[in-house]
């Protein structure tokens, strides 16, 4: 499967961006999919993923302002931001097919797309 990620963009602290997901094929439905992230010198970090039944798993730092969700009928996952923060800065990656039990490894994930960037002024 190919992905492709966007949405991304300069916003202000406070302020909200939706990222979406699109996939090529027809297996997006059987897939969990999951949002990652990396800023310059760190290592990709998990935000959250959704899997094929609907379960949302979050980090902590995102928690109660994003929202992650999922439209199987146009192969596409979304992550809703809001309440943006400065530290929220960073290349946005999605991902499909979590293998194994850990999906807040993204060493766990098979999929990528090719990453959009959010900064947040303060």
């Known amino acids: 499967v190919q992905l492709q990620a966007s949405g991304g963009g300069l916003v202000q602290a406070g302020g909200s961006l939706r990222l979406s997901c699109a996939a090529s094929?027809?297996?997006?439905?059987?897939?969990?999919v999951g949002w990652f992230r990396q800023a310059p010198g760190k290592e990709r970090e998990f935000v959250a993923t959704i899997n094929v039944s609907g379960n949302l798993q979050y980090a902590d730092s995102v928690k109660g302002r994003f929202t992650i969700s999922r439209d199987n009928a146009k192969n596409t996952g979304y992550l809703e931001m809001n309440s943006l923060k400065p530290e929220d800065t960073s290349v946005y990656y999605c991902?499909?097919?979590?293998?194994?039990?850990?999906?807040?490894?993204?060493?766990?994930?098979?999929?990528w797309g090719q990453g959009t960037q959010v900064t947040v002024s303060s």
């Open positions: 991902a499909a097919q979590c293998v194994g039990l850990d999906c807040r490894d993204y060493r766990r994930w098979g999929y």
């Open positions: 094929g027809h297996s997006f439905r059987r897939y969990s």
